[in-house]
Structures are given as structure tokens and as C-alpha cells.
Nanobody, 115 residues
């Protein structure tokens, strides 16, 4: 059973930065395409950033140019560096596989952007 453990969230002022981390249990996920997702209150969960095993990245338009996804395969860890945060970035952030690599969801980490 794969588990994802997200961390690094918190309260930050608009314009601030945060770095999220996600550790995936199970060595199989070293070969997976991985993504960061977020879910704001009352909204669906959306994929916002993805990274392939080979390191190719893609981003949803709302975060393009502000968020950077990366991974350390040796540590089974995926990161999300977030800068220039906006109030509309407030959400619970999750990591998971992409496509057929999606598994059970972890607890997520809350990001709140507020003055």
C-alpha cells in the first residue's frame, strides 16, 4: 500500500513563499510520473504541477511561472516550490501519481495565504 506524506504547508502572507515536500513509500514510485494537486474549500481537486520520471514538468495556468515541481528519486520525494503566493492559492495540497499511477490520497498539507 503506497502512502504519500505531505508537509511544509502553513500560513503565509501574499507574495510569500513556501516549499512543500511529499515522501512516497514504496520504491515503485521512483518510476512514477508524479503530481501536486490542490483542493480549495467547496471546489474540486485539481492537478497543478506534474513531473515525469525523466524530469519533464508541466503546470496548470494559475501557477505557471510561480510554482516549480522537482523530485529527488533517491529519496522518493517530490517538492513544490511556491513563490509569489496569492490568496487564491489557499487550499489543501496533495501529491499523488499521475494517470494510472494515482493511488490513495494522503492527508495533504494546508496552505493559507492571507494578510
Amino acid at each position: 500500500q503506497v502512502q504519500f506524506v505531505e508537509s511544509g504547508g502553513g500560513l503565509v502572507q501574499p507574495g510569500g513563499s513556501l516549499r512543500l515536500s511529499c515522501v512516497a513509500s514504496g520504491s515503485t514510485f521512483r518510476f512514477a510520473d508524479m503530481g501536486w494537486y490542490r483542493q480549495a474549500p467547496g471546489k474540486q481537486r485539481d492537478m497543478i504541477a506534474g513531473i515525469t520520471r525523466g524530469g519533464i514538468t508541466n503546470y496548470a495556468d494559475p501557477v505557471k511561472g510561480r510554482f516549480t515541481i522537482s523530485r529527488d528519486i533517491a529519496k522518493n520525494t517530490v517538492y513544490l516550490q511556491m513563490v509569489s503566493l496569492k490568496p487564491e492559492d489557499t487550499a489543501v495540497y496533495y501529491c499523488n501519481g499521475l494517470g494510472t499511477w494515482v493511488r490513495s490520497w494522503g492527508q495533504g498539507t494546508q496552505v493559507t495565504v492571507s494578510a
